[in-house]
């Protein structure tokens, strides 16, 4: 049973809200069969740091290398952050079987980025943190803001422990 919801879309940052928000996208897949894609959007560096970076590294390969650098260890972090998840939730993998849980790394504004990708995957649900900090933030922070504002699809916000 599909309940029409044949992808969904799980967003994490690379926090403490990872494993909240990984559980509920698991347990949103499970009751609907979902494929399950998981993207952690790494944000642009400001014009001012490349402009610097590029008066400072002028030889182009080394700067590219560097710039990919933080790709692939934002990469490592998610995979790192999942096999933990899946490691404390060994019910959950098991219930999850072989299907298989894939992932991305992309480079943008966070909210573009992501409601970019749930656009060109055809998912059918996005589902990521609150990401509310402090006491006189509203529900969600920008991001997850972003993300409501720009999306086409239903988004399931998880709140962090204790809201």
């Known amino acids: 049973m599909t309940h029409g919801i044949r992808r969904i879309l799980c967003c994490v940052g690379l926090r403490g809200d990872c494993d909240l928000v990984l559980d509920k996208a698991v347990g949103l897949a499970l009751a609907t069969g979902a494929e399950l894609h998981v993207l952690h959007a790494v944000k642009s560096l400001s014009n001012d740091v490349v402009n610097t970076l590029k008066v400072n590294i002028r030889d182009r390969d080394v700067l590219g290398g560097l710039m990919q650098q933080r790709l692939d260890q934002a990469e490592e972090e998610l995979d ?13 993998r098991e219930a999850y079987g072989d299907r298989q849980v894939t992932r991305s790394v992309l480079e943008g504004y966070p909210a573009s980025v992501i409601a970019h990708f749930a656009k060109r995957t055809g998912s059918d649900m996005i589902v990521l943190a609150a990401n509310k900090r402090g006491f006189t933030a509203t529900y969600a922070g920008k991001v997850t803001k972003g993300v409501i504002k720009r999306a086409r699809v239903p988004v399931v ?7």
Do not use: K
């Open 157 to 163: 916000v998880v709140p962090t422990r204790g809201e």
């Open 80 to 92: 790192q952050r999942i096999a933990t998840f899946w490691a404390r939730h060994p019910e959950l």
